[in-house]
């Protein structure tokens, strides 16, 4: 788990138990939270919208989902609600509105009431306060740059 984990970009994160119960040693940070939900979301998109259920039947058992933000129409669509004592009430959560994408992490609220509210606020001041731009394609030349120390110009300076 932990070699997959710096494998997929998490580098700051270990984990000592695949619960993601405390554990001396275990550590995720907010940041790594967000390019996991990224990870999932782009690698493993037929198996994403499960994050976004809002109930589902097991046998005779229903579960909701426990994240409140996927029954109110923010354009949430998953993903984790969580709580430890020493981290508080958490969320991550994504939400997609006009093909533009936002993923929050929140950690260390006092209450489940607080981890409905301010993730709220939260996404709907990121989406009024991001818009998605493109700067260049994809293998689109931008400039040519002088690098010291480069090829190009250590031939243009043994010809001076």
Known sequence: MNKYAKEIGLTKSHFENSTGLPADGHVMTARELALLADYLIKNYPEY????????????????????????????????????????GYGLVASAVR???????VVSGLNTKKEREEEPRKLLEWGFKSFKPYRLFDQGEKVSDALVWGGTQALRAARRQ
């Open 98 to 104: 006009d093909n533009q994408r936002v993923i929050l």
């Open 48 to 87: 994403y919208h499960y994050f976004g259920e809002k109930e589902f039947v097991y046998g005779k058992w229903r579960f909701t989902n426990r994240n409140p933000l996927v029954f109110e129409d923010l354009g949430v669509d998953g993903l984790k609600t969580g709580f430890i004592e020493d981290a």
